[in-house]
């Protein structure tokens, strides 16, 4: 089975308060399931309102984040990501330059700087002392007052939010309802990106003001131009985004090559599914290629997308059910390895 042709020119918006009220029914739940599903196979992108998060929260983690990337570096440098990150589980914040994309025969710097989380494990926890790969604590930001609490909260209310929008996709793939759940993605092993997009210097591209003019058009660009993020797909699950609502940056992929923004809606946040959802679905899910381009001259944006991931040791394989006559087409893959070789070639330190 195939997903139907993406030749979308926008992303749909779906009202998920049914998956949240604790007093809905299951065909209320089903409808939205519904919403969900086609969106899934149409776009891989979709708005979320009446989601449940308070906007105080979700604004209050964007401008504390804002404050803390003003911090000097030497002090920004006190949660660094260095060379010996591998040890360290990858965790923590990487100046300009350091994150990549790679590409067939190169890859190219992104041009934002970042904290990267996980889920947090104590120094005597039983995976970290036998050094299971990306296992380990968390490098809060505490510099600014109250910072890590409004992230952990945040953390808390991402995991709700997410484990309700895969209640709701499992219904619209007419799967149980808590499919997603238990040893499939009940213990997400999320991951937390925090992230400060400066305005790109697109007047020193190669290519001039003719590549400014395609990626404000939605074109392509070539691999030379700076980016702020690259051109790719998630690789966990499911991705909740919250972006500060005055920048246009995020650019979503259809069949057509052309890109549609996925500009800030006040009260959504958007979404989009990852790469373990292509092989559970047997490709009717595809994950949607996107990039980030701040264009702005005059304003940064803070973005803090939450990866809601299945569980590190999940064995993800194409559903029998969503097979139907076919033999699958993706093998099957344990979420920690994949995890694993995405995230080691994403630096260059």
């Not at 030497?74 to 010996?84: G, N, S, W, Y």
């Not at 499939?184 to 290519?207: C, K, Q, T």
């Not at 946040?269 to 290629?289: A, E, S």
């Not at 940064?300 to 033999?327: A, D, H, K, M, W």
């Amino acid at each position: 089975m195939i997903g139907n042709c993406r030749g979308f020119h926008s992303i749909p918006i779906i009202d998920v308060q049914k998956l949240r009220d604790s007093g809905s029914t299951l065909d209320e739940r089903k409808r939205v399931g519904f919403e969900l599903d086609r969106a899934c196979r149409e776009v891989g992108f979709f708005y979320v309102r009446n989601h449940g998060i308070c906007d105080d929260l979700t604004t209050r983690v964007r401008e504390m984040s804002r404050r803390w990337f003003d911090l000097p570096a030497d002090v920004k440098a006190q949660i660094a990501l260095t060379a010996d990150c591998k040890q360290k589980g990858f965790r923590g914040y990487q100046a300009l330059g350091s994150n990549v994309t790679r590409y067939d025969g190169g890859f190219q710097r992104d041009w934002h700087e970042a904290i990267d989380l996980y889920k947090h494990f104590d120094e005597s926890h039983p995976a970290v002392m036998a050094g299971l790969p990306l296992h380990g604590p968390n490098p809060w930001p505490t510099q600014i007052d109250g910072h890590r609490e409004a992230l952990e909260t945040y953390v808390q209310e991402c995991i709700s939010l997410g484990a309700d929008l895969l209640r709701g996709i499992a219904l619209g793939l007419q799967l149980d309802e808590d499919f997603f759940g238990g040893s499939n993605a009940g213990d997400p092993f999320w991951v937390m990106r925090i992230i400060h997009y400066p305005p790109l210097e697109l007047s020193a591209a190669p290519s001039g003001s003719e590549s400014t003019f395609a990626a404000l058009m939605g074109e392509e660009v070539e691999r030379s131009v700076q980016l702020s993020c690259g051109e790719h797909t998630d690789y966990g699950l499911l991705t909740i985004v919250n972006q500060d609502e005055n920048v246009s940056a995020l650019q979503v992929k259809n069949s057509a090559g052309k890109w549609v923004a996925a500009d800030p809606i006040p009260g959504t946040f958007v979404c989009n599914i990852g790469d373990m959802f292509k092989v559970w679905t047997n490709g009717l899910y595809q994950p949607t290629m996107h990039r980030v381009i701040n264009i702005s001259s005059a304003k940064r944006r803070i973005s803090v997308p939450f990866f809601y991931e299945p569980n590190f040791n999940t064995r993800v394989e194409p559903l029998s059910q969503l097979c139907g006559s076919e033999p699958p087409r993706y093998p099957g893959i344990t979420y920690g390895d994949h995890l694993q070789s995405k995230v080691f070639q994403n630096f260059e330190i």
